[in-house]
């Protein structure tokens, strides 16, 4: 002891070896733990298990800072914050233990077990306190209790939220379910209607985490999903279904007619396409006299060629703006989504070879201080 | 009347204003007083007479009288000539008798001090906000400065709730419109394009009239435009519109709607047969609307008795016709053209399996490059072998007997 | 250490059999079977300006010019006579097995429709002589200049046929007047070549304006006759060149038919002169040309010798007048009069001539055809004789002149008039035919294929000539407009390799 003598308040506390004493009071799950100036105890003494009953680390509440330097030190900053109060213990041989600074002295006392205990004081009149109703307690507790477990969590909303849909979806894992893409689309909350539906900031990860277990959830075959997992998936849908509203098939018209549009570049294109004998029609006039070029003929009726399609069906197609590359590959896109009117199972084909996928690509704007538009005018020195 | 008031009362004050206090006002001045004016200085007000210094009257006889009291006085009767000189008389000497005069100017004086006194007669003296030095001599455009000729009584709205009200009842209008008109406007769709070709429907009718079309004699639609209770300076536009195919039988012949078309000019539309007018001259959608159709109606007149222009042909110029290429009706999908394509298709393809060769382009340079000399040197080199053998050695030949 | 290499990736590399899909095989290349060079549109060659570089020094770096050894340039003329040059055989190009020739026997021989005829050898000659083939028809990729017998030579060679006629035939001695249209590659130029090999067959006399644009354009001398009213203009040296024209092409012709009219005009004929002297008097002096380009139409259009003529006089054969690019004539020439307003091109009397013969007549008295066809790719714009061509068509179509359908000018829009006169509605009286519009269309599904094959035979187009295929290329030509096809099928596509042939 005398050894430690010189040493300062907060070194003290580093080299201190924590002990707490556990006691059972409730249930068993249920841990409470008494933090006092009694349970200190020097480095020196080694404990004993006479003197201790149960010894341990000291439980911290984050149990993350369980075993890192900076829990011991939160731990430490908390115990002082909280131990204004000390709490008696009932071991009386630490009652009496009082602090030790450096500047004090301590009187050395031994440190005596609890059956060595000094013949107890003489008998007073003390009556018992009336056995405690804890049933009482559980109706009106003492302090207020969160309703939620996880009131004192950061977002303890979400949490609880958490933790339903996990329970839901441990209960119900071994449903059988489908694959994600024959899974009913659901139009899950975007990250800001999220939490304005729970009223708390989200990270975006944890958000993404809820939404990977709604499409768990999701996934369980659509016969057989239960009752309490669909009301609660129904929670986390954005009001007003976008899945819903589904376009209306198009279909062959009653002269046999199917009509499609294409866009490329600055064009428009409409074709209406129609069996026949492989006469082609563009703005009213012969293909030949639209497009001098051959190559642009055959891309304009590529999606017809490479499903050798060419002689089967007319086309009248009206396209506007744009160029004639423009116009061609509008007609293209076009024409192989009227073919699909037709024949929906030429659809393989024609994605193969790319007549129904729309290119997107438009001239780039011009910017401003560039030539073009990324083109920089030239560097001049001075 | 309002503004004109309040434009007089305005001057008037200023004129008031500027009477005597004007250049103790005169506040941003740098010159002094002095300077100020050399206008001469308006006179001083004319002091109320006392009753002691009014002119005695003149005595009085009947000779004084005017014109018609004195035919009055003639068609009198003796008694009452007498008892009327006397009354006369006696005023005049009461009011030539200065002490009599005053008391009663005193007597009056008193009674109007307590009338006065009694009603409250002062007059509220109404603010005026100046309107600050910059703005003195600018006529108060937006009447800035209340003239107190705007009295409000309570049993008046303002004209903005006037007009507030004037967009309510626009809005319940169509609101009315939308709620019992509209439905059955779809109603009457199918019988509407059945019959609309040349005609148009009646659809502005009132509430609950049941929609129908337009009778044969309603050939002319007009147009009218709101902007929903905003102001806006092409609200009294009124555009009328009528097709000239509509006026032949009963209005005009052939002839004389060739004439009316010719007069319209490049109102007229031809691929849509449309003659289309408007006007907005006027200041309101009555006027306007009252001067198309005495247009229409001068129009046919002239087309009717004046000259015909029958020399002239039509001037179509203005009109740059759009084309629309139209789907080839003999590509529509009919039962029979489907058999018919369905026959030609098999036709083709027995034509096709009926073919005793088919002509393949990669097999006919096959077959030259192998066959052809020209093309496989190993033909050409045993051609070349062959040429060699069969040919006659002519220098040879010469060479044999030499070595002999 | 780890090798780089992965065996199990390299055992991938194996090659394994591929199933054949049952799709089309479908290369990167977007939406065209062509070769890249085709995809680009040509640029403009002669662009001065060099792309900037950037970070670069700005210095001045002039490299010495390096003096390459050029070629001498082609000498004068030499450039525009090869683009004139016309080839009419490919010696690379195969030979075509059981090709036939034109003659009167397979000019109607409906069996041969959609087959390509030869032209006859001797034939070429004449051939080239009327200028009737052109520079840019790509004749010069077959081994020999053929056309395909298509549905309207079929049927103009039957109306060769029934003209000629033999004996006491009806329609012997017909005239046949025909405008000729169509859109841009349908083959209007190779129709009136036909009609010439058709006529050199049927032994006719053939006058040709290969090109109508010459006569207006301010190419050739001019001169106005004195005397007429509006002031009329002859074109010596072009008159002279259509007489050497038609005397080279048609010398046998001419050559057995002798002068039997009197010609006030011309001196030193005699009875004797064949007619090819008398055409050689107009080209060997251009003075002489028009005088002489009359008298020798006089002749040949007369029907009966004059009088102290009869002895030699043999009747006259049937002609043909082919014009191509009509609308040249529908405009104001180039020409300029003498107070330098231009020259409407009615007014120079050989156009005047030609143009006249339209009218009903006495135009072709021997008769004969008279083909007058238009032009889409040199073409002027003359609204008149769109409006005039409209016309004709809704006569053919039975719309009456008077009726409202029938196509009338625009008010205001000043449609020539004497353009219109040329096509006015006309009666026909005699043997003279009314003037007809034919317009040329695509081939059938049948003739593309025989065309298409007849590219496969010479070695040009390496394909399996099949229904598909011909359907496909047919669309893609917008309806078997045979110029487009013929694009189609000598564009070589497939790179040459040894093809397996079953023995």
């Known amino acids: 002891m005398g050894k430690k003598k010189g040493r300062r308040k907060g070194e003290e506390g580093q080299k201190l070896k924590f002990y707490a004493l556990k006691r059972g009071i409730g249930s068993s799950d249920e841990m409470i733990i008494r933090k006092s100036h009694d349970t200190w105890k020097n480095s020196n003494s080694t404990p004993t298990p006479e003197n201790v009953p149960q010894t341990g680390p000291l439980p911290i509440t984050s149990p993350m800072a369980r075993y890192t330097p900076n829990g011991i030190a939160s731990a430490m900053q908390s115990l002082r914050l909280q131990s204004s109060l000390p709490c008696r213990s009932r071991i009386p041989a630490l009652r009496q233990a009082v602090r030790n600074y450096a500047t004090e002295t301590q009187p050395e006392q031994p440190v005596i077990s609890e059956q060595q205990q000094a013949p107890p004081p003489p008998p007073q009149e003390v009556t018992a306190a009336p056995k405690i109703n804890f049933d009482l307690f559980r109706l009106q507790p003492a302090r207020i209790i969160p309703a939620s477990p996880s009131y004192f969590s950061g977002n303890p909303r979400f949490i609880d939220h958490v933790l339903r849909l996990e329970a839901l979806q441990l209960k119900h894992a071994r449903l059988p379910t489908v694959t994600p893409g024959e899974a009913p689309r659901m139009a899950w909350f975007k990250l800001a209607q999220f939490r304005d539906f729970v009223g708390e900031a989200v990270p975006v990860k944890k958000y993404k985490s809820l939404v990977k277990i709604l499409q768990r959830l999701n996934r369980i075959q659509p016969a057989l999903v239960p009752k309490e997992v669909r009301t609660a998936l129904e929670e986390f849908l954005r009001p007003g279904n976008p899945y819903a509203l589904k376009n209306a098939p198009r279909v062959v018209d009653d002269n046999g007619l199917a009509r499609a549009k294409g866009k490329r570049k600055e064009s428009t294109a409409v074709v209406r396409l129609v069996e026949g004998e492989g006469e082609v029609l563009v703005n009213g006039k012969s293909i030949v006299e639209v497009f001098q070029r051959v190559h642009d003929r055959e891309s304009a009726l590529w999606a017809l060629r490479c499903t050798q399609r060419l002689d089967k069906y007319n086309v009248w197609a009206t396209v506007r703006g744009g160029g004639v590359t423009g116009q061609a590959e509008a007609i293209t896109l076009a024409i192989g989504r009227a073919l699909l009117i037709h024949e929906p199972g030429l659809k393989p084909i024609l994605r193969k070879s790319g007549v129904i996928s729309v290119d997107a690509r438009r001239v780039e704007r011009k910017k401003p201080g560039h030539v073009k538009a990324r083109k920089m005018p030239t560097w001049v020195k001075r | 009347m309002a503004s004109a008031t309040r434009s007089l009362g305005r001057s008037s004050r200023l004129l008031s204003q500027r009477g005597s206090g004007w250049i103790s006002t005169r506040q941003f001045s740098v010159s002094p007083y002095r300077f100020v004016s050399e206008d001469p200085v308006p006179p001083p007000p004319p002091k109320d007479l006392q009753p002691a210094d009014l002119p005695p009257m003149p005595e009085y006889s009947p000779d004084l009288l005017s014109k018609e009291a004195r035919s009055m006085y003639d068609m009198m009767s003796p008694e009452e000539r007498a008892a009327f000189d006397a009354e006369n008389r006696r ?80 809005m319940r209008e169509y609101a009315r419109i939308a709620a019992w008109d509209m439905p059955m ?35 002319l639609r007009f147009r009218y435009t709101t902007y929903m209770g905003e102001q806006h300076p092409a609200e009294p536009k009124v555009v009328v519109e009528l097709a000239s195919k509509d006026l032949t039988p009963k209005h005009l012949t052939e002839a004389q709607r060739q004439t009316f078309l010719k007069l319209v000019g490049t109102r007229y539309n031809p691929q849509t047969d449309i003659v289309r007018m408007s006007s907005e001259q006027f200041g309101s959608r009555a006027q306007n609307k009252r001067y198309l159709a005495d247009l229409v109606n001068s129009l046919i007149k002239e087309a009717k008795t004046g000259d015909s222009f029958a020399d002239i042909p039509l001037d179509l110029r203005h009109h740059k016709p759009k084309i629309r290429p139209q789907f080839p009706d003999s590509w529509k999908m009919t039962d029979e053209r489907r058999r018919q394509l369905a026959a030609r298709r098999e036709e083709r393809y027995n034509a096709e399996k009926q073919r005793e060769a088919i002509v393949d382009g990669n097999q006919i340079v096959g077959h030259a490059v192998l066959s052809l000399p020209e093309f496989n040197p190993a033909l050409k080199a045993k051609a070349t072998a062959e040429r060699e053998r069969v040919a006659v050695h002519v220098g040879s030949r010469a060479k044999k007997p030499v070595r002999r | 250490m780890a090798s780089a290499w992965c065996w199990s990736c390299l055992s991938r590399l194996r090659p394994t059999t591929v199933l054949p899909s049952a799709t089309p095989r479908i290369t990167t290349a977007g939406f065209h079977s062509t070769a890249v060079q085709y995809a680009m549109p040509a640029k403009k060659k002669g662009s001065s300006l060099t792309p900037m570089r950037y970070r670069q020094g700005q210095t001045l770096r002039r490299k010495k010019k390096k003096t390459t050894e050029r070629a001498r340039p082609p000498a004068v003329g030499e450039r525009k006579a090869m683009r004139k040059r016309i080839v009419l055989s490919n010696p690379n190009a195969l030979e075509v097995e059981g090709m036939q020739d034109l003659s009167a026997e397979t000019m109607v021989d409906a069996r041969l429709r959609g087959s390509v005829i030869g032209l006859p050898v001797p034939m070429l000659d004449q051939l080239r002589a009327v200028e009737a083939f052109k520079p840019k028809q790509g004749w010069s990729i077959f081994r020999r200049p053929g056309t395909i017998l298509r549905r309207d030579a079929l049927e103009m060679g039957r109306l060769f046929e029934k003209i000629s006629g033999d004996g006491d035939a009806p329609e012997k001695g017909k005239v046949v007047k025909k405008v000729i249209t169509g859109s841009k590659g349908s083959g209007k130029t190779v129709h009136l070549l036909q009609a010439m090999a058709m006529a050199f067959t049927k032994k006719w006399v053939v006058f040709t304006i290969p090109d109508a644009r010459e006569l207006v354009s301010g190419d050739f001398a001019y001169t106005p006759i004195e005397g007429s009213k509006p002031t009329q203009y002859i074109q010596p040296s072009a008159t002279a060149a259509l007489l050497t024209r038609t005397v080279e092409a048609n010398r046998e012709v001419l050559s057995g038919l002798r002068v039997s009219q009197q010609h006030p005009g011309l001196k030193g004929l005699k009875p004797s002169t064949t007619l090819v002297d008398l055409a050689k008097m107009g080209y060997s002096d251009a003075a002489l040309s028009w005088p002489v380009f009359q008298a020798l139409w006089k002749e040949l259009t007369a029907t009966a010798a004059g009088p102290g003529f009869e002895k030699d006089f043999q009747p006259r054969p049937p002609m043909l007048v082919a014009v191509d690019g009509l609308a040249h004539w529908m405009v104001e020439s180039s020409y300029r009069s003498a107070d330098y307003t231009p020259v409407h091109a009615h007014d120079l009397v050989f156009v005047k001539h030609f143009l006249s013969l339209l009218q009903p007549g006495a135009s072709l008295q021997n008769g004969g055809m008279l083909l007058y066809a238009t032009s889409k790719s040199n073409n002027p714009s003359t609204y008149a004789l769109e409006v005039a061509l409209d016309q004709l068509a809704a006569r053919q179509q039975g719309i009456s002149a008077t009726s409202p359908d029938y196509p009338q000018p625009e008010a205001y829009s000043n449609a020539d008039t004497r353009v219109l006169d040329v096509f006015k509605p006309q009666t026909a009286s005699g043997k003279e035919g009314i003037l007809e519009l034919q317009t040329l269309g695509g081939l059938t599904r049948e003739e593309t294929r025989g065309y298409l094959e007849y590219f496969a035979k010479s070695g040009l187009l390496r394909e399996n000539i099949n229904e598909k295929w011909v359907g496909e290329k047919w669309s893609l030509a917008g309806g078997g407009i045979i110029g487009e096809l013929e694009k189609l099928g000598r564009r070589v596509r497939t790179v040459a390799e040894p093809v397996p042939v079953v023995e």
Do not use: Y
């Open chain 2, 91 to 170: 005023i005049v000497a009461d009011f030539n008798d200065v002490s009599k005069r005053t008391a009663v100017f005193a007597e009056l004086e008193k009674m109007s001090n307590q009338i006065d006194r009694e009603e409250d007669m002062r007059f509220e003296d109404i603010r005026t906000k100046s309107r600050g030095f910059w703005a003195e001599d600018e006529d108060d455009e937006l009447a800035l400065v209340e003239d107190g000729d705007e009295e409000i009584n309570d049993d008046e709205i303002t004209s903005m709730a006037h007009a507030s009200m004037e967009v309510h009842r626009e």
């Open chain 2, 185 to 219: 406007l779809s109603s009457m769709i199918d019988l509407f394009i059945l019959r609309s070709c040349a005609k148009f429907a009646n659809c502005s009718g009132r509430t609950r009239k049941p929609l129908h079309l337009a009778p044969q004699n309603h050939i």
